[in-house]
């Protein structure tokens, strides 16, 4: 069935680094692609989105690019801010908002 | 503001006992799915109700029931609840129309603990 993976373990990374948070997955089809993001005792809120071959989502400084050849929809932002902690959760679905999602990734960004 | 409002927002339960979650989907939305979050995982597709006939359901068994209502609102049931159903219920709403989708919103969740 379709699934997601992401990469394992927390992120803590300074004010202003670089953060990437890896992303695959396993669909049949063409499925759309997303990060939602849920910020502590809060439900999830979509971050971006992509939905078809190549296309960039984008949103809130964040970047993702869906890349059909490897499978992959990889999480990037340039400069990370203190309020950017939070949960990051990578999902696909198949077009019927069933929605498949990754384990999540908590990001923890020090001043 | 997403629109989507769950009930309650907290409970505690005895196992063996059967808890009902509420959810209110966003105006003009049709479609409702519920998710079963545990702990430090993340969202795993319950069932999903569009106009108030269930339309597919994951890997959950029957002891996990729904109903959606003519203003698509919606409800989850589970009966004899068991240590591992402790978990967040998330509900999430959107607007299907034939093969299009709109975005689908999330709720705030209801965090179930069952003893």
């Known amino acids: 069935g379709d699934s997601v993976t992401q990469m394992e373990g927390p992120v803590t990374l300074s004010e202003e680094a670089f953060l990437t948070i890896n992303c695959t997955y396993t669909a049949t089809g063409y499925p759309s692609l997303f990060w939602y993001v849920q910020y502590p005792g809060e439900g999830l809120q979509l971050l971006l989105k992509a939905t078809k071959a190549d296309d960039k989502g984008s949103n809130k400084g964040f970047e993702a690019t869906y890349r059909k050849e490897t499978t992959s929809f990889h999480l990037e932002k340039g400069s990370v801010q203190v309020s950017d902690s939070a949960v990051y959760f990578c999902a696909l679905s198949a077009g019927n908002n069933r929605l498949a999602f990754g384990k999540g990734n908590q990001v923890v960004v020090i001043p | 503001e997403t629109g989507v409002t769950q009930s309650p927002t907290h409970l505690i339960k005895t196992r063996g006992q059967q808890v009902t979650l509420r959810c209110s989907s966003q105006?003009?939305?049709?479609?409702v799915s519920w998710y079963q979050q545990a702990l430090g995982q993340g969202p795993q597709f319950i069932f999903q109700?569009?106009?108030?006939?269930?339309?597919g359901r994951g890997n959950f068994p029957p002891r996990f029931s729904g109903l959606q209502f003519p203003n698509y609102s919606s409800e989850l049931n589970v009966n004899a609840l068991e240590l591992d159903d402790s978990a967040l219920y998330l509900c999430?709403?959107?607007?299907?129309?034939?093969?299009?989708?709109?975005?689908?919103?999330f709720g705030q969740g209801t965090r179930l603990t069952v003893v």
């Open positions: 999430a709403s959107s607007l299907s129309r034939g093969l299009k989708n709109t975005e689908a919103f």
């Open positions: 105006s003009g939305h049709n479609t």
């Open positions: 109700y569009y106009r108030e006939e269930e339309n």
